[in-house]
T-cell receptor
């Protein structure tokens, strides 16, 4: 049981390049999330998916797209990377058992855009 | 809109001393409250959560937190810190049973020997 996995762990992009961050969970969770973490700002929600086939914008969606490929996988795409997107990106999935609702986080992807 | 404030950006504490991290939230309904810990280079791990019931909740690693509705606070405490408690701590408030979380800016804890 690997929990939430993310690839890659590190990435350096040039301005204007595109890339996709991959996330997978093996806990059979319905909800999945993408956050970005910047110093002093905590984690901010980019997009989330409450179930397979649905996605919704979070607090900071501009410049990103997502795909909920199936119940396990939720990818985040940067179509044209900008230096402002330099950040650490976390994927999470949510346990929905009665009395829990905990979100489980992956180890993160550190992205630098030059 | 919900919001979370963690007033202390950094806290330095001696090993064996007590620790209290402050968290104030703004939310219209009954909040779902969480504390997460992030060790360097790692993802976030849940320490404890509050949904309802007893306002003093116990978590992992010897942490506890107290929900005070009148003060809109959910402060985290540990009676005696260990060097391994050096990390960044995040308070979060959730809506609709935690479907979306809003995080505070985090408090970085440094433990002195």
């Amino acid at each position: 049981n690997a929990g939430v996995t993310q690839t890659p762990k590190f990435q350096v992009l040039k301005t204007g390049q595109s890339m996709t961050l991959q996330c997978a969970q093996d806990m059979n969770h319905n909800s999945m999330y993408w956050y970005r973490q910047d110093p002093g700002m905590g984690l901010r929600l980019i997009y989330y998916s409450a179930s397979e086939g649905t996605t919704d914008k979070g607090e900071v969606p501009n410049g990103y797209n997502v795909s909920r490929l199936n119940k396990r996988e939720f990818s985040l795409r940067l179509e044209s990377a900008a230096p402002s997107q330099t950040s650490v990106y976390f994927c999470a999935s949510r346990r929905e058992d009665s009395g829990s609702y905990e979100q489980y986080f992956g180890p993160g992807t550190r992205l630098t855009v030059t | 809109a919900q919001s979370v404030t963690q007033p202390d950006i950094h806290i330095t504490v001696s090993e064996g001393a007590s620790l209290e991290l402050r968290c104030n939230y703004s939310y219209g309904a009954t909040p779902y409250l969480f504390w997460y810990v992030q060790s360097p280079g790692q993802g976030l791990q849940l320490l404890l959560k509050y949904f309802s019931g007893d306002t003093l909740v116990q978590g992992i690693k010897g942490f506890e937190a107290e929900f005070k509705r009148s003060q809109s606070s959910f402060n985290l405490r540990k009676p005696s810190v260990h060097w391994s408690d050096a990390a960044e701590y995040f308070c979060a408030v959730g809506e609709a049973a935690g479907n979306k979380l809003t995080f505070g800016g985090g408090t970085r804890v440094l433990v002195k020997p």
